[in-house]
């Protein structure tokens, strides 16, 4: 019987986290990882954690120091990095530091929480030097390599997988229940207020065409909270400025999106990642091209699939049908056995005695005017070492006085960040266009 794997997770949002803890339970089933936040503007709040439904043995919040001192001082088999590509190129060389030479170190994972369709090179490169570097499907799993071995980097890391949430019952038509139509909304694309409140304006307009169905606007998050990405004009606001309100059949809906998906029978999104979760459990899915198909907005990816269409074809009562060669170059439809080769890998280097140290490919040769200002944002030195005043005393040390008025200014600085990029932001970008 194989020895259950000790695992961690670190991740810096809520999207990441979800991603993160499920790679986890895939890569070692046999128990939760321990989770760690990583503090940060996308940190995500209770209600965010507790939507996304993935548990954890449990969840600490730490800086990138803190989490370097936590890995180096609990024995860790795996540890998945669920961050952005900076944070993940910050701890490898904080992990660098730490294990200079070949030791009995953890395995460190990463690769992408969805649709891999901007940055792809700047991404990858930053995630140069983890151990596994997953790739969601074929294709990225192609893609992932090209952009590695086009710069004369080791590009054996790369291992094909698939989204570790693409599960959920297959489609069944409405039956007797209305004909439920979702919109699945992105924090930040479109970006500007005239295309998100087009979005949200014909989304509305579908609901009075068709009063027989029901048509959910469904959110990311709520107002003040941030996700991977940033929102500065919420569809709740822009929902309250609608003349007439909503229609009685056409809501705002939270929740986790695989709930969502139990009900939906047509989901409409411009290239959220929620399209793939739609296709594999075969459910009607369109990916918008009302405001154009451009790489700025992500539905470009879509070219082949068969799912692009207009809000005007959706009114006129159009399901697109999805292309099944499109689907299994992407990963959707994948059973269990998508995970084989990247449990084969991990289970491999988990069984040496020792490993050598990781290698990314951004050095201080390689990149020496770019690597030093992504460490100093963590906080760590040229070296990958924590600067100083990087790390607090353990929080056995410190009094409770201390740690609760810490945990408290800490949230107020997150909503005064928040409120500023919600309602300063606008406003002073509109100052200047007068």
């Known amino acids: 019987m194989p020895v259950a794997k000790r695992v961690a997770v670190l991740a ?3 999207t990441r986290w979800k991603w993160g803890a499920l790679t986890a339970r895939r890569l070692a089933p046999e128990q939760n990882p321990t989770g760690y936040l990583l503090r940060g503007r996308a940190t995500p709040t209770a209600r965010q954690l507790g939507e996304v439904g993935v548990e954890a043995a449990r969840l600490t ?10 890995i180096e001082r609990e024995a860790y088999d795996v540890v998945v990095l669920a961050l952005v590509g900076g944070a993940v190129q910050a701890v490898l060389h904080g992990v660098r530091a730490l294990w200079p030479e070949p030791a009995a ?3 460190f994972v990463t690769g992408y929480v969805g649709v891999v369709y901007e940055k792809l090179a700047d991404g990858l490169l930053l995630r140069h030097g983890a151990d596994v570097v997953l790739a969601n499907s074929r294709a990225d799993a192609h893609r992932f390599r090209g952009v590695y071995e086009g710069v004369g980097a080791d590009a054996s890391a790369v291992t094909e997988t698939a989204l570790p949430f693409l599960d ?3 489609y069944e038509p409405a039956g007797l229940r209305a004909h439920t139509v979702v919109f699945a909304v992105q924090p930040s694309v479109p970006e500007n207020k005239a295309d998100r409140g087009y979005l949200l304006g014909r989304a509305v307009q579908h609901a009075r065409l068709h009063p027989e169905r029901e048509v959910l606007v469904k959110l990311r998050s709520r107002p003040g909270e941030h996700t991977t990405h940033l929102e500065e004009l919420p569809y709740q606001k822009l929902a309250e400025k609608l003349p007439g309100g909503l229609p009685p059949n056409c809501r705002l809906a939270y929740g986790n999106m695989g709930e969502v998906l139990d009900r939906t029978d047509l989901l409409v999104t411009v290239s959220s990642t929620a399209a793939l979760e739609s ?3 075969g459910i009607p899915t369109a ?3 009302d405001l154009g198909i451009r790489e700025a907005l992500g539905n470009h990816h879509f070219l082949g699939s068969g799912c692009l269409a207009s809000w005007d074809e959706i009114d006129a009562g159009a399901l697109p049908e999805a292309d099944p060669a499109w689907l299994a170059a992407q990963g ?5 056995e998508a995970f084989e080769a990247a449990r084969a890998r991990v289970d491999a280097l988990c069984a040496r005695a020792a490993l050598p140290p990781v290698a990314p490919y951004y050095t201080a040769t390689t990149a020496p005017g770019y690597l030093p200002g992504i460490l100093a944002r963590h906080h760590l030195a040229p070296d990958g070492t924590p600067m100083p005043g990087a790390l607090r005393r353990p929080a056995g040390e410190e009094s409770w006085l201390r740690r609760y008025l810490r945990a408290h200014l800490r949230e107020a600085a997150r909503g005064a960040y928040r409120h500023g990029v919600q309602r300063v932001a606008p406003v002073i970008r509109r100052l200047g266009e007068l």
Not at 61 to 70: I, M, P, Y
Not at 332 to 336: D, I, L, P, R, T
């Open 12 to 14: 810096d949002s809520d």
């Open 61 to 70: 919040e730490v800086t990138c120091a803190e989490f370097l001192a936590e």
């Open 105 to 107: 170190r953890p395995v």
């Open 168 to 170: 959920g019952a297959p």
């Open 279 to 281: 296709l594999h459990r």
């Open 287 to 289: 990916v918008l091209t």
């Open 332 to 336: 959707v439809g994948a059973g269990e």
